[in-house]
């Protein structure tokens, strides 16, 4: 694992990652972690866009196609997609509570900051922590 991320977990489909506060992840680092070397590669991003320079940083709901099979990827707390933990992801789990937006397979791994298997107002709260700097994300 590269030093980039803190940690990283494979169960079934799902590659689910934690990024410290101001640090990226690219797709690099991810397909050197795998160590997926030799072997024919489709990423997408979050947006389902093929991603062509893996050096962009990964996001929830991007995906990696390999020997038939698809991983999707997670970053807990990138609820959108963007890569980053902001104030976005946040709305995204607010529209959630309040049955506003549903979120999809991947959105909710990545919502489930607090490792209890229940999207709640302790995920927000622990993003806000996150974000002022007084908590960190981790599986």
């Known amino acids: 694992i590269s030093s980039a991320s803190d ?22 680092n991810l397909i050197d972690s795998l160590n997926i070397e ?5 990423v997408n991003n979050a947006s389902g866009v093929n991603v062509t320079s ?11 196609i390999t020997n038939n099979n698809t991983y999707y990827l997670v970053v807990l707390g990138d609820i959108n997609g963007d890569a980053t933990v902001n104030s976005a992801d946040l709305l995204k789990i607010v529209k959630y509570l309040k049955n506003i937006s549903t979120l999809t397979s991947s959105q909710l791994v990545a919502s489930d900051v ?7 107002s302790a995920d ?11 908590t960190t994300i981790s599986l």
């Open 124 to 134: 927000l709260l622990k993003i806000v922590k996150y974000l002022k700097g007084i």
């Open 114 to 120: 607090t490792g209890d298997n229940i999207i709640n």
């Open 7 to 28: 940690s990283l977990s494979i169960s079934s489909n799902i590659i689910t990652v934690t990024i410290g506060k101001n640090s990226t992840f690219t797709y690099q």
């Open 38 to 42: 030799n072997t024919a590669i489709t």
């Open 54 to 64: 893996y050096t962009e940083s990964i996001g929830t709901n991007s995906t990696i």
